[in-house]
């Protein structure tokens, strides 16, 4: 007998391998002499997306990298205080990664000097950390990921430092239920665009803008691997979901406009109009009937 290992059959009810985006009932399971044989949906997301769909055995090792990550996110929040300078939160991070044993992915990614990005205010993404000072009232996202045994978790959150306004407060809650209205889309059948779909249509719907320039992403194996998961776009749209594919939802939102600019580090990322941003981010697990988040936290 053929070994059938990774072959997976698929089901009715499950997206058509041969990568319509429709049902497969739908589409080929009907058609004359059905054309295709059971199909290695493992290898056709390899060629067609270029997309790898973890096995068990690195599903553990991303789980366990993400049970680090949401721990370090924790340490943060338990010492985060007006006053402080964000390289103090990076030397946290830092060191609280090395001390489990594992590597913080931003040093040397790509050039970025920190273990950790430490965005503020009307910093979007990709805050360096350095002699900036936390004030009471400011919003800080803290995003880590770590690279634990060779597998990679990336999460973040937007905490509040001392007593929050009520720009601060809108913007952070509109960032969380964006994350979690996004993560709701996440199920076999569905697209990566209903995702963006989803948040794109809640954020607007509050009067906030979701920022384009930067997106979610396969992780794992690596930092940053396809396919891109857009926070904004159509229902429908993109590559459908199976089970095995994990990826992070990290949608950034502003009070403002959804315009930006880069800082002369080349990294920071700031709203045009100077409006607060606010993110919160986790790595999850396709699953068949919905997802896993392999960075576990309240949203
Ligand atoms: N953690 C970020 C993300 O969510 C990427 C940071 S890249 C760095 O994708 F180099 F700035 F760390
Ligand atoms: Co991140
Ligand atoms: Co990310």
Sequence with gaps: MLHQRNVKKVGRNDPCPCGSGMKYKKCCMNKEGNHFRPVDVK????????????EEKDVEGIRKAGRLVVDTLDLVEERIRPGMKTDEINTI?????????????????????????????????HGI??????????????????????????????YFVGKPGVE??????????????????????????????AIQ????????????????????????EPPQVPHYGRKGEGVPLVPGMVFTVEPMINLGKKDLYILDDEWTAVTEDGSLSAQFEQTVLVTQTGFESLTPFEI
Excluded: M
């Design 43 to 54: 290898s056709q997301y390899a060629q067609k997306y270029r997309i790898r769909l973890k």
């Design 93 to 125: 991070v830092h060191e609280y990664t090395l001390k489990h044993g594992a590597i913080p992915a931003p040093l040397n990614y790509r050039g970025y000097p920190k273990s950790v990005c430490v965005s503020l205010n009307e910093v979007i993404c």
């Design 129 to 158: 950390p350095g002699d900036r000072v936390v004030e009471d009232g400011d919003i800080v996202n803290v995003d880590v990921t770590s690279i634990l045994n060779g597998y990679y978790a990336d999460a973040s959150k937007t």
């Design 168 to 197: 601060a407060k809108k913007i952070v809650e509109v960032a969380r239920n964006s994350l979690r209205i996004g993560l709701r889309q996440v199920k076999p059948g569905n697209t990566v665009g209903d995702i963006g779909w």
């Design 201 to 224: 249509l809640y954020a607007e719907g509050e009067g906030c803008s979701v920022v384009r320039e930067f997106v979610g992403h396969g992780v794992g194996l690596d930092f940053h």
